[in-house]
């Protein structure tokens, strides 16, 4: 039985130029040796993601310090397996014509796409926990991968996109550089209210918002003469992690304006509409209500 298996174990695979011989044997050797490698990579970035978020290194970093440990001990057990087996690298010079070939025939794109995957944890234009807008779409970055990047969007879905797409379209990021974003609450008031008062209340509703930024100062802005309202426009800054927490901000703001006006008798002015007759003829005017019987009968 044992000379059975290794009379396979010997059996020839390929043979070299030079002479040499790589046996089955060899072949299973190195398999065995890169799986236990892999595994055993796996294991270090787990080890690693897991002390890493025990200190204040930020989710981007943490993943880009996994991905580089992982790929450089996958590197260092593939060359040492060849080493310790007397393979010369030059014995997988088909593997690279075999690559090539498929570059040319359509893995140009997994090959963009996983470039541009470390070109993104690397360079960091877009990093995990940023909150960016693709496509009119908003979402929150949850991985970087391989191929692409997962993005929870603001309603729950998640959406992958390519990391070359991440690189080549027009991506807005929110919170690249800080949290700070501006924001503005419009507000219309009824003609005829006292303009500086308005804008005071305005301000001091502002204000009294817990999480609004003092610095810069909000600035109120008597913005026009509409149709059925005096418009005033309030800006303010803060800081927020993505457009939750911007409707929320501004809901605030809006409460707090309703309730000083209505504490200080100052009218959000609703649309509405005059309505102006000219003729010189005498108009027969009719009003018509419902009277209070049960028969539910109109008077003239």
């Given at each position: 039985m044992?000379?059975?298996i290794?009379?396979y174990?010997?059996?020839?695979?390929?043979t070299?130029s030079?002479?040499q011989?790589i046996t089955?044997?060899?072949?299973?050797?190195?398999?065995?040796?890169?799986?236990?490698?892999?595994?055993f990579?796996?294991?270090?970035?787990?080890?690693?993601?897991?002390?890493?978020?025990?200190t204040?290194?930020?989710?981007?970093?943490?993943h880009?310090?996994?991905?580089?440990?992982?790929?450089?001990?996958?590197?260092?057990?593939?060359?040492t397996a060849?080493?310790?087996?007397?393979?010369?690298?030059?014995?997988?010079?088909?593997?690279?014509?075999a690559?090539a070939?498929?570059?040319?025939?359509?893995?140009?794109?997994?090959?963009?796409?996983?470039?541009s995957?470390?070109?993104?944890?690397?360079?960091?234009p877009?990093?995990?926990?940023d909150?960016?807008?693709?496509?009119?779409?908003?979402?929150?970055?949850?991985?970087?991968?391989?191929?692409?990047?997962?993005?929870?969007?603001?309603?729950?879905?998640?959406?992958?996109?390519?990391?070359?797409?991440?690189?080549?379209?027009?991506?807005?990021?929110?919170?690249?550089?800080?949290?700070?974003?501006?924001?503005t609450?419009?507000?219309?008031?009824?003609?005829?209210?006292?303009?500086?008062?308005?804008?005071?209340?305005v301000r001091q509703?502002?204000d009294?918002?817990v999480?609004?930024?003092?610095?810069?100062?909000?600035?109120?802005?008597?913005?026009d003469?509409?149709?059925?309202?005096l418009?005033?426009?309030v800006?303010?800054?803060?800081?927020?992690?993505g457009e939750?927490?911007?409707?929320?901000?501004?809901?605030?703001?809006?409460?707090?304006?309703?309730?000083l006006?209505?504490?200080?008798?100052?009218?959000?002015?609703f649309?509405?509409?005059?309505?102006?007759?000219?003729?010189?003829?005498?108009?027969?005017?009719?009003?018509q209500?419902?009277?209070?019987?049960?028969?539910?009968s109109?008077?003239?």
């Amino acid at each position: 039985m044992i000379e059975k298996i290794e009379s396979y174990w010997s059996i020839t695979l390929i043979t070299l130029s030079s002479g040499q011989t790589i046996t089955l044997g060899q072949v299973l050797l190195v398999i065995a040796i890169l799986l236990m490698g892999y595994l055993f990579s796996k294991f270090v970035e787990r080890l690693i993601d897991r002390q890493l978020q025990k200190t204040h290194v930020t989710a981007d970093a943490t993943h880009a310090l996994k991905r580089v440990s992982f790929y450089v001990l996958i590197t260092i057990v593939v060359i040492t397996a060849l080493g310790l087996l007397h393979i010369p690298l030059t014995a997988f010079a088909f593997i690279s014509g075999a690559v090539a070939i498929g570059v040319g025939f359509g893995a140009q794109n997994i090959i963009n796409n996983f470039i541009s995957g470390w070109i993104l944890m690397f360079e960091r234009p877009v990093r995990i926990g940023d909150f960016i807008e693709l496509d009119d779409r908003t979402g929150v970055v949850e991985e970087i991968g391989n191929r692409s990047t997962r993005i929870r969007r603001s309603d729950g879905v998640h959406m992958l996109v390519p990391n070359s797409q991440l690189l080549e379209r027009k991506v807005v990021n929110w919170t690249l550089i800080d949290l700070d974003i501006r924001s503005t609450v419009r507000v219309g008031v009824a003609y005829g209210s006292p303009t500086d008062q308005v804008a005071e209340l305005v301000r001091q509703a502002v204000d009294e918002v817990v999480g609004i930024s003092k610095t810069p100062a909000p600035q109120v802005i008597f913005e026009d003469f509409g149709d059925s309202a005096l418009i005033f426009d309030v800006y303010f800054w803060a800081e927020m992690r993505g457009e939750k927490d911007q409707r929320l901000l501004r809901s605030e703001v809006r409460f707090r304006i309703d309730q000083l006006f209505r504490d200080n008798g100052i009218v959000i002015a609703f649309p509405q509409q005059d309505v102006h007759i000219k003729s010189d003829l005498p108009i027969d005017i009719r009003t018509q209500r419902s009277n209070d019987n049960a028969s539910g009968s109109s008077v003239r």
